[in-house]
């Protein structure tokens, strides 16, 4: 508990000192920005990134390798598709929640495997399974950020509490039940520790697609950065500034995310499984 209370008092100091530059311009890093399409500084031309929710995904990875991703679908369009494996995305089976989109997901230290989604009606449900995925059951107690089914500038804190995080939302990460994290269509990157009630500026990373905070600081993100669709960045400094790592080959860019021991990002319009086990700097199959 002393520990965990460290941490609070230290995100709430960092959130108040980012507070306090949020009228200012968030620092510009080495990535070309968008709307429009410029060239970078190697000369490859930077594509307009038209923000598409239905091509997104949602990502967790445990420690022993159990993983849990699913495309985000439409309501009233193509449904998300859920995927359940072990060996870091080696071995993955297709799994049928009754979802029409998925919005969150979770695996927990257990094993439990939890799921925010919408049926066709597109109104929030929340499922969870022990077994693996092979079935599912609403559960009311979870306790899972997600971004809104029908209004890509709103998130829901645990709890149903609506929030606005006055940005188009690419994707979100979740710390705590109070601390979120997420990637904006023009390259911010905002944070909350208070729920949602406000939000503050934390930095930048032009032409970011989707992004994973494993702490309240540290976090790794895929951008399009010199021709590469999913370049992998991380930060540790809560999205101030961040270090370029690798390419993993493939377009779009859907979910990235972190375990203890590895590295998985979701990415391709047949969405494939990729790992690293040196934080980034290399990736390949599972």
């Known amino acids: 508990m002393p520990l965990l209370a460290l941490f609070v008092i230290l995100d709430v100091a960092l959130v108040v000192g980012v507070y306090r530059h949020v009228n200012r311009e968030p620092p510009a890093s080495d990535v070309v920005s968008e709307p429009t399409a410029a060239p970078d500084q190697t000369g490859n031309e930077q594509t307009a990134f038209e923000f598409d929710p239905s091509t997104a995904a949602v990502l967790d990875v445990t420690n022993d390798g159990t993983v849990l991703w699913a495309t985000r679908g439409a309501c009233g369009g193509t449904p998300g598709v859920v995927m359940t494996g072990t060996g870091n995305g080696a071995e993955m089976t297709q799994r049928s929640p009754d979802l029409q989109t998925v919005l969150s997901a979770a695996v927990l230290p257990?094993?439990?495997m939890l799921l925010v989604g919408t049926g066709a009606d597109c109104v929030p449900v929340q499922l969870s399974s022990s077994d693996g995925g092979a079935s599912w059951d609403e559960d009311d107690a979870i306790e899972l950020w997600y971004p809104s089914p029908t209004d890509v500038r709103s998130v829901v804190a645990p709890g149903g509490r609506a929030s606005t995080p006055e940005?188009?939302?690419t994707s979100l990460s979740q710390v705590d039940a109070n601390f979120a994290r997420v990637s904006c269509?023009?390259?911010?990157?905002?944070?909350?520790?208070?729920?949602?009630?406000?939000?503050?500026?934390l930095g930048r990373l032009d032409n970011i697609r989707t992004a994973t905070f494993t702490t309240f600081d540290s976090g790794f993100a895929l951008a399009r950065f010199q021709g590469c669709a999913a370049y992998v960045f991380s930060t540790t400094d809560t999205g101030a500034t961040w270090s370029a790592r690798s390419c993993i080959v493939g377009d779009p860019a859907r979910a990235i995310a972190s375990s203890d021991t590895a590295l998985v990002g979701v990415v391709g319009a047949d969405p494939q499984v990729f790992v690293s086990d040196d934080a980034g700097d290399t990736f390949g199959s599972p």
């Open 185 to 201: 269509v023009d390259g911010v990157v905002r944070g909350t520790g208070n729920a949602g009630a406000q939000w503050v500026v």
């Open 167 to 169: 940005c188009t939302v």
């Open 110 to 112: 257990s094993g439990e």
